[in-house]
DNA sequence: TTTTATAAATTGACAGTGTCAATTGACACT
DNA sequence: AGTGTCAATTGACACTGTCAATTTATAAAA
């Protein structure tokens, strides 16, 4: 029992109550994770967590802005490994997937808890944005290049809401497919990507102009 | 209070239960959707509800069941309006997506609420299931007249997913763009069916050989 | 009509929850 | 050594879901 917290320790400790609020969450849902649970996990008194957050909705919020952060992450690390942006989206396309399918209970809490007042965490609004950052670049590249043609807004929209329609109902099981959802995604992604592709004739007129 | 419940009672009070169930959902989320509280919206004492469902979980399924149904009952209707299977399949992805943005509510606790073993509600499935007929009918019957092409399971996977995606990150507010949702939905519902169309030269031999 | 059997509804009770106020504890500094 | 202050704990309150015991009211029996 230190008398001063330093910023290491809050930190710290914030990060042990998220891990273990995930855990709860993964393993009995929302109304599982209680605070006093958590709280026992940590071996710490019932009240103790309220001098790290502010309620429950905190805690929520700060699991979830974890959450996103890696996923943020993965993103990037894997933008960062493909210059040609039309590869680039397939490549970050498919990281999605596979983050989702690596940490579903993560993705769950994530796209599934049904959070109100989001607004009321920036942090966790500038994971969410951070994690979606590396296709909005791709895409705008791609638009420039000309390989892609429409509102860039709309198709990241479109992108993301089919990946995020697959991985989520298969996640609920509304789709129950074994693992064919890797192919599964694939042909989304492919279907996609055809769908906001440039025409050839304005693909190449556009590198003409590009190119002189 | 009658000595006997005629079905008919019973069904009523369920009904009525489930209507304040979704409305008390509606404005304070699943947590706030209390037994307590509907008891009393209903006028009965804290338990009354008990004899009307084993528990807390057995409303949310039965909620959850009948959105389903008027969602299927949507469906059939706008599948019987159209013959042509291609169009059928558009105007019901604008079903779709007209029903969750007319219900929001309905849609969120249908889709967003995490239900643990959902299969233990026969009755909630077979809905489900309802719902999804009438896309597959008409997939089936595209993939006859050969318009489309592929695994039928797969197609109906994409369209719901690209549907699905598209609606969740928009009621739950991750792509925050006002009444742009109809828009959107249209180019996605275009881009995949286009995705899942067949190649013009093999619709043509499937006419041709259909028609001798 | 009076009694009775019984389904339906109510109340009581218990464990568990989120959260605040009051209390205790322990360390850093004078 | 003493003290002020932050951190942690305990106490308490209003909730929740759920079961057991009880009461109520009515349909059938006398």
Redesign the pocket.
């Known amino acids: 029992?230190?008398?001063?917290?330093t910023p290491k320790d809050v930190l710290q400790?914030r990060q042990r109550l998220c891990d273990l609020a995930l855990k709860a969450f993964a393993e009995q849902g929302v109304e599982g994770?209680?605070?006093?649970?958590l709280a026992a996990a940590a071996g710490?008194?019932?009240?103790?967590p309220?001098?790290y957050f502010?309620?429950?909705?905190d805690i929520l919020a700060a699991v979830r802005q974890a959450q996103f952060q890696r996923l943020a992450d993965e993103n990037e690390a894997v933008a960062l490994q493909e210059n040609d942006p039309d590869k680039r989206l397939v490549a970050l396309a498919r990281c999605y997937v596979r983050f989702a399918m690596a940490n579903p209970d993560a993705y769950r809490v994530m796209f599934s808890v049904n959070q109100q007042d989001e607004q009321r965490y920036p942090a966790l609004v500038k994971q969410i944005k951070r994690a979606n950052q590396s296709m909005k670049n791709a895409v705008n590249e791609s638009l420039e290049k000309g390989s892609l043609a429409g509102d860039p807004a709309n198709i990241v929209h479109i992108l993301w809401a089919g990946l995020h329609g697959i991985v989520s109902l298969h996640l609920s099981d509304k789709l129950h497919m074994g693992r064919g959802i890797d192919e599964l995604a694939e042909v989304m992604i492919r279907s996609l990507s055809q769908a906001v592709a440039a025409q050839p004739s304005k693909q190449a007129a556009a590198r003409r102009v590009r190119e002189g």
């Open positions: 029992m230190p008398k001063i917290l400790f994770m209680s605070l006093r649970g710490c008194s019932r009240t103790t309220y001098r502010k309620d429950k909705a």
